[in-house]
């Protein structure tokens, strides 16, 4: 079951996320037939004003770390990453962990989570921005870098703001049914569940060029992506032979001709989608796809959903 939820806070942390978490177990709800949580905010010294993430703000949690006993779920909100976190929090969360609490993390809480070693071994995920920093110092942690969040039974992890809502929520529907947690997802005006992973936010920038000398081809590319294009094509326009072209082409950009080719075709289409009102089939054409199956194909495996999900997203009404 889960009836009482406690909130470990620590300097520097960010007032949104903790908010995501005081706005799913926090709020008294049970006027919609929610169950009412018993919610503790915790911090390692209780009474006294932490530092967030927003100059000027501060919060303070009204319970020691001791508030910790007893707690069905412990939740992370993000908090800026450091270097090293307060030993007496983390072995509070292993002991947590230890009593047989689930344990779940929002955005960057995942750090904090991760330095327990709780996270070695066991599937998890946290901001797309962080990934990269997030391997280096956990290297023993499986890290999916695509959803939005993991479930591992007594671990939950979170990539960013809104996956925390949707962890938490799938959690509250895990724990207590479809019901309780559409209920909460009403009163918030949000979806009870959502599609796609956290590959749709990321951003792709265009490779850049180490070298100089395929820069005039690579820009005349970005002009002609509706075209046709082969290796070969390519090639004969660079002046070059076919494997001189193809090799120096992966030394400069770090990839194959193909692959660019295909990146930038869904940027063009991505940036369609968003600002026009082009059908799905226009875009294939005008992104170089030819086709809106060979579109929604390339554009699903790079950004995790079909073009017209993203539209239906992100596309202005």
């Not at 706005?23 to 009412?36: A, L, N, Q, S």
């Not at 909100?77 to 993390?105: D, F, I």
């Amino acid at each position: 079951m889960l009836n009482t939820v406690a909130a470990v806070l620590v300097d520097e942390l960010a007032p949104f996320e903790f908010g995501v978490i005081c706005e799913v177990f926090g709020i008294d709800r049970t006027d919609d037939g929610v169950p009412k949580f018993e919610f503790r905010v915790c911090g390692e010294r209780p009474g006294r004003p932490l530092a967030t993430t927003i100059p000027g703000v501060q919060m303070t949690p009204a319970h020691g770390l001791d508030g910790l006993a007893g707690a069905d779920l412990v939740a992370i909100p993000a908090a800026a990453v450091r270097a090293q976190y307060p030993p007496a929090v983390l072995e509070a969360l292993r002991e947590a962990a230890g009593r047989g609490a689930t344990l779940l993390s929002v955005c960057s809480g995942a750090f904090l989570l991760g330095a327990t070693g709780l996270l070695d071994g066991r599937r998890c995920t946290t901001h797309w921005h962080h990934i990269a920093d997030f391997q280096a110092r956990f290297p023993e942690a499986k890290v999916d870098p695509d959803v939005l969040f993991v479930d591992e039974g007594d671990l939950i992890t979170s990539a960013g703001t809104a996956a925390g809502i949707d962890a938490c929520l799938h959690l509250v529907r895990r724990e207590l049914g479809s019901a309780i947690a559409t209920a909460i997802a009403r009163r918030m005006v949000v979806p009870p569940q959502r599609d796609g992973g956290q590959r749709q936010f990321v951003e792709l920038p265009i490779p850049e060029c180490t070298g100089d000398s395929l820069q005039p081809i690579l820009a005349w590319l970005l002009e002609n992506l509706a075209q046709e294009h082969t290796v070969a094509t390519l090639a004969r326009r660079a002046q070059m032979s076919e494997r001189t072209f193809a090799r120096r082409f992966v030394a400069e950009t770090g990839t194959t001709p193909h692959k660019w080719l295909s990146t930038q075709r869904v940027l063009r289409a991505r940036a369609l989608l968003e600002d026009t009102r082009l059908s799905i089939e226009e875009i294939a054409r005008e992104s170089g796809f030819g086709t809106a199956a060979l579109l929604r194909h390339h554009f699903h495996r790079m950004v995790g959903v079909s073009p017209h999900d993203y539209r239906r997203t992100f596309a202005p009404a």
